[in-house]
């Protein structure tokens, strides 16, 4: 398991490490944006289909179709416009999906996934609710900074913000919850990265889990 990990990560690393070379070494063109964008947009596809979205499936092949399409009729499609609404998309609809679930009677996303993994308790639920309101910020903020490079900065600047900062920040953004949630909270169970991606691995439906009462050692508060 872990050694699958590892080779997930190297993969991720060699995938950053070649869109920031070809965006900024390679000339335009709608098959280099095809390479790019594929990787991601296969992901999509299978992990929506697995999770139940039909719908986003369906219109990522879509999407992945049109760009071969495209490039196999010579159609001019401007890459470095593809490499920011690519950016820009994935940020938005995880920001998208993360809020959909802290509607009114919904469980949160992350108290979802939390479930899976431990008893959820009144303070968990109350906590993680918080949590995924707060990558919801996060997903808004990076669309918003990837915006504004784009717009006012050099290309090479914007695709090293995209490339590397992005991934930085999402890093920064786990180690940094992953501290704060145990000294705010030294009650909480620890959990690992593997728990949390078993926990994504059975699905991420509106299943919810017994709550239990509130207790002298985790208050709502």
């Not at 000339?27 to 039909?54: D, F, I, N, T, Y």
């Not at 691995?201 to 050692?217: F, H, L, M, N």
């Amino acid at each position: 398991m872990r050694m699958r990990y590892v080779v997930i990560a190297l993969i991720a690393v060699a995938y950053v490490l070649g869109s920031q070379w070809l965006m900024t070494s390679a000339p335009e063109s709608a098959w280099v944006a095809v390479a790019l964008l594929s990787p991601m947009l296969v992901v999509v596809v299978l992990g929506a289909w697995g999770a139940k979205h039909r719908w986003l499936s369906v219109g990522a092949t879509l999407l992945l179709v049109g760009l071969c399409a495209a490039a196999l009729f010579g159609a001019h499609v401007s890459a470095q416009v593809l490499y920011l609404a690519q950016h820009v998309g994935v940020n938005l609809f995880l920001g998208a999906w993360f809020a959909s679930t802290l509607r009114p009677g919904a469980q949160a996303l992350i108290s979802q996934l939390a479930a899976r993994v431990r008893h959820l308790t009144p303070g968990k639920a109350l906590y993680t609710r918080k949590l995924t309101f707060a990558w919801v910020i996060f997903f808004v903020a990076i669309v918003a900074v990837s915006i504004g490079l784009y717009a006012l900065t050099q290309f090479d600047t914007w695709a090293l913000f995209a490339n590397v900062g992005t991934p930085v920040a999402v890093g920064a953004m786990f180690v940094g919850e992953y501290l704060l949630r145990y000294r705010l909270h030294p009650e909480f169970e620890r959990t690992t990265l593997g728990d949390a991606i078993r926990a994504y691995r059975q699905g991420t439906g509106d299943d919810t889990s017994v709550i239990a009462p509130p207790s002298r050692t985790d208050p709502v508060k």
